[in-house]
């Protein structure tokens, strides 16, 4: 796990390094234990490394191949490189070092684009082939790694953040209205290719770009998620499904506990997280950590759900860590946390996940999360709503948006609003696309493959790699995650959702856990905005300083005469929304 970032030149000059060193630099977060630059020509490339897989400096970056003429900046993990650089061998390939960038380098000279799906990991890098002068770069299938990109007819640069390519300058941070439509319709969801900034694109999951060195483009999507049973699978019963995925899960939690270093778990109390504990516990992993979080109580909300983590770490006697937060270091942390967003995020989890992290760095590098279950086997309430509607669409829009498109045009001052329902559309065009034909298959879809890598992936990415923590998500394991796909509907929806999974769940963790009600990293204090976080919130959007003349005022003196009354059909606050834009913003300098 590391961050990346380069620039490649079209117009026959050097590549700047001094903006990819500026770049480069403010990712050290992301890899705080080396550095490296590679310049020739018009290609510049930086790296931040954080050391996992391979502690020599044998695995240093950018690496450098003269041999074969490439070069190589990577972040992520790739589990499965040993099976990979024992083909590689086979075929005549030598190693010096022991990690998997030399593989991933090695396995690019040898197959190619095809390589790719080769790969059972989280990855994004960058591939110069100094003979062809032309870069390549990629992205995995769910887009757990980041590539954000800023183009102009000079030059293309990349990093793994968009804060870091702020710091190349020459870059307008005018903000895009059809990715605020986004941001305030579909949950603060901004589909790839758009961020909220018009000058910086990310890189769609599942999708490599070529670049020549005269900016010429070829760009394919190499992996898609298509829906529905094998026809040799037509038949299977529950249980039958059920063994499936509990042993696609245990090869999953398996395979990511390859690392040259400890392992933990972020336990969170829930069906996902505990059966992540008991699976590595039946691999045999001893003197297992696991960390939870909780805070204060609002609204009459509970503020954690440490009965159920401490359950778990009792049953199991892992070296339990449990971290409890205030009010008033919420707000005190809040300011970094959205520093460390590349976009802004609206979920509650977000300081959660940025103040655990704190914490579990401070006893190791790398840590399995529960992230993608939900998404991938229907585990949230709006998906029977989906699975029984005369029209999905309109279902899953009254269940997830944030808001209707009048609400929306009564938020925004008139130079923002678009002339259409952008994110409405894109929605719908989603759902017409083939390859998911019931209902709940279309919602799930459109979940796994643009929601989840928007939201939960990025948030846990973000707010990990902000302390230098390497998240591994073994339900996003693509096996795991094509098994899940061809799980009929009727075995994912009953029981709560999750049926399928939560009956797996049942062959390894205590029942106590699984027949539950659902819960989540819960900030009550961020959902029912009073006392001094309201006042924050209230003078964050009322700063004069801080207008940029997004948000109709009319609506502001709404939201913040009455927060409580303003919640979205997700039960969060249309005002911390707002406060949280505002925010990010500010905090990147824009």
Not at 315 to 320: I, L, P, S, V
Request: glycine share 8%; with cysteine.
């Amino acid at each position: 796990m590391c961050g990346l970032a380069g620039e490649l030149r079209f117009d026959h000059q050097p590549a700047d390094l001094a903006a990819v060193e500026r770049i480069t630099h403010h990712l050290a977060p992301r890899g705080p234990d080396a550095w490296g630059f590679h310049s020739q020509g018009p290609i510049a490339l930086g790296h931040r490394r954080l050391k996992i897989m391979d502690l020599s400096d044998g695995s240093a970056q950018p690496m450098i191949d003269n041999q074969l003429g490439l070069s190589l900046a990577f972040n992520g993990a790739i589990y499965n490189y040993p099976e990979l650089r024992a083909e590689l061998e086979a075929l005549g390939y030598a190693f010096y070092s022991g990690g998997d960038t030399e593989v991933l380098l090695k396995g690019f000279h040898a197959w190619g684009e095809a390589l790719l799906p080769k790969l059972n990991g989280m990855f994004a890098f960058a591939i110069w082939e100094r003979d062809a002068q032309r870069l390549f770069i990629a992205r995995d299938r769910l887009g757990v790694k980041p590539l954000y990109l800023s183009r102009t007819g000079q030059r293309l640069r990349f990093a793994s953040a968009l804060p870091a390519l702020l710091k190349g300058g020459d870059i307008n941070p005018i903000l895009d209205p059809v990715a605020l439509n986004h941001y305030l319709n579909f949950h603060a969801v901004v589909p790839a290719p758009r961020t909220l900034l018009a000058g910086i694109e990310k890189l769609p999951p599942a999708t490599w770009m070529r670049i020549e060195a005269d900016g010429r483009t070829e760009q394919k999507t190499w992996w898609t998620l298509p829906y529905g049973p094998h026809a040799d699978e037509m038949n299977l019963t529950l249980e039958d499904w059920r063994d499936r995925v509990l042993d696609s899960t245990r090869e999953a939690v398996a395979i990511r506990q390859r690392a040259a270093v400890d392992v933990g778990v972020l336990l969170s109390g829930g069906v996902d997280s505990s059966m992540l504990v008991g699976l590595l516990r039946e691999v045999g992993v001893e003197n297992l950590s696991t960390f939870s979080i909780g805070f204060q109580d609002a609204g009459g909300e509970r503020g954690d759900e440490f009965q159920y983590s401490d359950l778990i770490a009792k049953h199991y006697g892992t070296q339990h860590h449990q971290l409890r937060i205030d009010e008033k270091e919420i707000i005190e942390q809040l300011p970094a946390a959205f520093r460390a967003m590349s976009e802004p995020m609206v979920s509650h989890d977000c300081i959660a996940f940025y103040l655990l992290s704190r914490e579990v760095a401070k006893h190791c590098k790398v840590v399995q999360s529960g992230q993608g279950a939900d998404e991938l086997f229907a585990g949230y309430h709006w998906y029977p709503q989906v699975d029984g509607a005369s029209d999905p669409y309109a279902a899953y829009r009254e269940a997830f948006f944030d808001r209707s498109y009048d609400d929306y045009a009564a938020t925004v001052q008139p130079k923002w609003l678009t002339d259409n329902d952008a994110a409405g559309d894109f929605v719908k065009a989603h759902f017409a696309q083939p390859g998911a034909d019931a209902a709940v298959d279309k919602a799930l879809r459109l979940d796994s493959t643009v929601m989840l890598v928007d939201d939960p992936v990025k948030r846990v990415d973000n707010m990990t790699m902000a302390w230098g923590l390497e998240a591994r998500t073994p339900f996003l394991d693509y096996r795991l995650v094509e098994l899940s796909a061809r799980v009929p509907g009727k075995f994912k929806l009953p029981d709560g959702g999750k049926q399928v999974l939560k009956e797996a769940a049942r062959l390894v963790i205590p029942s106590e856990v699984i027949d539950r009600k659902k819960g989540y990293f819960p900030v009550p204090g961020l959902k029912h905005l009073q006392g001094d976080t309201l006042n924050w919130v209230r003078e964050l959007l009322l700063d004069p300083s801080q207008d940029r003349g997004l948000f109709n005022p009319a609506m502001l003196d709404r939201l913040l005469t009455d927060p409580q009354g303003q919640l979205t059909p997700l039960r969060g606050s249309k005002l911390w929304q707002l406060a949280a834009l505002n925010l990010w913003l500010s905090e990147q300098g824009i």
